[in-house]
């Protein structure tokens, strides 16, 4: 059974269109309009194993907030109507990514209960023309959107690139170990509930 979601978001600040394969083979095609933010979601896809195609038109004239957050409210929303009820999946995932000087770890519990904890401080306020403040907006509406709690902390690094993306990286794959199928769940929700 395929784990796919597509996910149309249209207001007057944005205009997003994500499709989501979970078993795909890490491919992406993804135009934001924010370089910064495209380079991210790829290296989610290919480090999640997720097959990623994303259109976001967004008021950049502005800001690039809102592009950004409703991307992860996009992203998230997609990832939840994949998993279709979190049915057969291991549930937990969790990952330490270095990146040079930097190593930051993931630890991700599909629950449901979405949730965010956030330690990760960056050194510059902006990596090119993107504000690094927009990097918690991201997590947090993609946390929010996909039903998962999220604690995302980087235990060291200097270089803000580094940073932002070896969160990501794990991000991706913490979330690509909660997703796995597994035999032992019988095709049920990991949950001594029944459901989550």
Not at 13 to 18: L, P
Not at 36 to 41: I, K, P, V, W
Not at 61 to 67: A, G, L, P, Q, S
Not at 114 to 131: C, E, N, Q, R, S
Request: hydrophobic share 40%; charged share 25%; with cysteine.
């Amino acid at each position: 059974m395929a784990r796919t979601a597509e996910i149309v978001r249209n207001t007057r600040e944005t205009q997003i269109t994500a499709r989501i394969d979970l078993d795909g083979t890490g491919q992406a095609d993804v135009e934001t309009g924010i370089g910064f933010l495209d380079h991210m979601l790829d290296a989610f896809a290919r480090h999640g194993g997720f097959d990623l195609h994303l259109r976001a038109k967004g008021d950049l004239h502005i800001d690039f907030h809102h592009t950004v957050e409703d991307t992860g409210i996009v992203l998230g929303q997609a990832v939840f109507e994949a998993l279709d009820g979190f049915k057969g999946i291991r549930r937990f995932g969790h990952a330490y990514v270095p990146m040079d000087e930097t190593l930051t770890r993931c630890a991700i519990d599909l629950s449901n209960r979405a949730y965010l904890v956030w330690k990760v401080a960056f050194k510059t306020p902006k990596i090119g023309a993107m504000d690094t403040e927009l990097f918690k907006e991201f997590h947090q509406a993609f946390a929010m959107n996909s039903g998962a709690c999220i604690h995302l902390e980087t235990l060291y690094g200097d270089n803000s690139h580094h940073i932002a993306e070896s969160g990501f990286k794990a991000l991706a794959r913490a979330l690509r170990q909660a997703v796995e199928l597994d035999p032992k769940t019988h095709g049920q929700a990991p949950s001594t509930k029944g459901v989550l």
